[in-house]
């Protein structure tokens, strides 16, 4: 028999997809309504970012917490010094012995999305550290669209259920998500990641330091923290310096998803 969920929030990353599931939830487009959203905050996201997540809270009315695990860029530098292996967090690239880049692999996603939320949603479930969760369960909404289907999956957390309304409740794809904010709010939102992630095509970085130098600048400091621990690692997959890149517009699209929506393509 499946468990009717004990509360039912949003994993608000603050793009597209999710900014529109949200504020339709607000509006009664997409129901049962949720109690609450969830902002999980890495702490280094673009600033305009943070005035969209802002905003985002003026229009609606459905209680959106923030929750962090920390400041990701000091655990990742934190990671660095004190493991034999220097080990990043994030997806970095470095040189191969075959002369191609080789991407490290990804464990921010876990640490400062998924287990943010999952542990939000103990706190809302009234669950203590340790205690089972018996038969409750939550339903977390994923803001996926139907450009991406493929990146739906279970969650890993047997208390977490996951739902995807813009797959099967009000089926759309990402352009037509930006176009309703438009009409909705006027505009659409940055793309949400990190300053710093390696998932960003030429395109991306060029935009990033045009738009957003004080973002782009950010993005070369931490390169150069992690450069003066381990000088092979680097944010761009050519294992050039940030700073020292020429950026081709007409490169490839980035390799994984646009942005981060709180899932990170898990």
């Known amino acids: 028999m499946r468990v009717e969920p004990s509360v039912r929030v949003i994993s608000l990353g603050a793009g597209v997809q999710s900014s529109a599931m949200y504020l339709m939830a607000c509006d009664g487009i997409l129901t049962p309504r949720p109690q609450y959203a969830i902002f999980a905050d890495t702490q280094d996201e673009r600033r305009a970012t943070y005035d969209w997540l802002s905003q985002l809270s003026a229009a609606g ?17 934190r990671s660095m010094r004190e493991t034999p292996s220097r080990f990043v ?22 640490s400062h999305k998924t287990e943010v ?15 089972r969760a018996g038969d409750l369960v939550a339903e977390v909404w994923i803001g996926i669209s139907l450009d991406e289907a493929s990146r739906a999956k279970d969650s890993r957390y047997p208390i977490l259920r996951h739902r995807f309304p813009l797959l099967f409740d009000q089926p759309m794809r990402r352009s037509e998500c930006a176009r309703w904010l438009e009409r ?3 505009a659409a939102p940055p793309k949400s990641s990190c300053v710093y992630c390696p998932f960003r095509s030429d395109a ?9 130098p004080d973002a782009f600048g950010d993005a070369v400091a931490f390169e150069r923290q992690m450069h003066a621990l381990d000088p092979t690692q680097f944010l761009h997959d050519s294992c050039k310096p940030l700073d020292s890149v020429v950026f081709d517009r007409n490169a490839g699209q980035m390799r994984l998803f646009a942005e981060c929506e709180g899932m990170c393509g898990v």
Not at 67 to 73: C, H, Q, R, T
Not at 117 to 129: A, F, N, T
Not at 204 to 212: F, H, I, M, P
Request: glycine share 10%.
């Open 61 to 77: 009315n459905i209680p959106i917490i923030v929750a962090s695990a920390g400041k990701l860029s000091d655990e990742v530098l």
């Open 184 to 186: 909705r709010l006027g």
């Open 89 to 110: 967090p994030i997806p970095t690239y470095r040189p191969g012995n075959d002369g191609r880049e080789q991407q490290g692999r990804r464990q921010c996603t876990r």
């Open 204 to 212: 991306d970085w060029q935009r990033l330091r045009e738009e957003d």
């Open 117 to 131: 939320i999952y542990q939000e949603v103990r706190k809302l479930l009234g669950l203590e550290r340790g205690q």
